[in-house]
């Protein structure tokens, strides 16, 4: 990170440090628990100086972790899932506290809700994986600019700002995961204009 050049959005998704097993109650659907989501939620996050904004996926219990955002921005996904199936509400959302820079416009003021389906369970390429839907509309809202993912997971922030042809950078810690975003980022077409 100290020798990356400076960036103008960071738009990322870390481990939440919840030990989280996706699907556990379903074998088939299980996926592998994520690198470094055992320990503590990564606060040097907030230590990056982006020109433009700084977005970072949470739940609600990592709430008290997070500096005080200026907006929260709630992506709805349409339907329920994980949680404590018998004493918790289920659960059918998820959010991004965002912190604006120095730099910081909104091409048009976005609203703070964001509806997009989930990716289906059979077919997530890693366990919290965002749907490009929930996170094009993040991008979209901001000029064109570099972004960092500096948690890429599979790579959804990077193919959501290839689809906005917008410069991107991504740092994973497992390299499974370095492969799948390769091959997603291979397969996206650039749209024409």
């Keep these: 990170m100290p020798h990356l050049e400076p960036v103008d959005l960071v738009l990322t998704d870390p481990p939440y440090g919840i030990d989280y097993q996706s699907a556990r109650r379903i074998e088939w659907q299980r996926k592998p628990k994520i690198a470094g989501d ?16 700084l977005m970072v996926w949470c739940r609600w219990d990592i709430l008290p972790k997070l500096p005080l955002p200026k907006s929260f921005i709630v992506w709805d996904k349409m339907n329920h899932s994980m949680g404590d199936l018998k004493h918790e509400f289920g659960r059918q959302w998820e959010a991004c506290a965002f912190y604006p820079g120095q730099n910081h416009r909104f091409i048009k003021r976005p609203t703070d809700i964001i509806r997009c389906p989930r990716v289906p ?12 839907g929930a996170v094009l509309p993040l991008i979209k809202a901001h000029p064109d600019c570099t972004i960092l993912d500096p948690f890429m997971g599979s790579g959804t922030t990077l193919v959501a700002a290839k689809q906005l042809r917008r410069k991107s950078i991504g740092i994973e810690i497992e390299q499974k995961y370095c492969d799948i975003a390769i091959q997603r980022l291979k397969q996206e077409p650039i749209p024409f204009k």
């Design 38 to 53: 055992d320990g503590e939620y990564p606060g040097w996050l907030f230590s990056l100086n982006p020109a433009i904004a």
């Design 121 to 132: 369970p059979e077919q997530l390429l890693h366990p919290n994986e965002k749907p490009v």
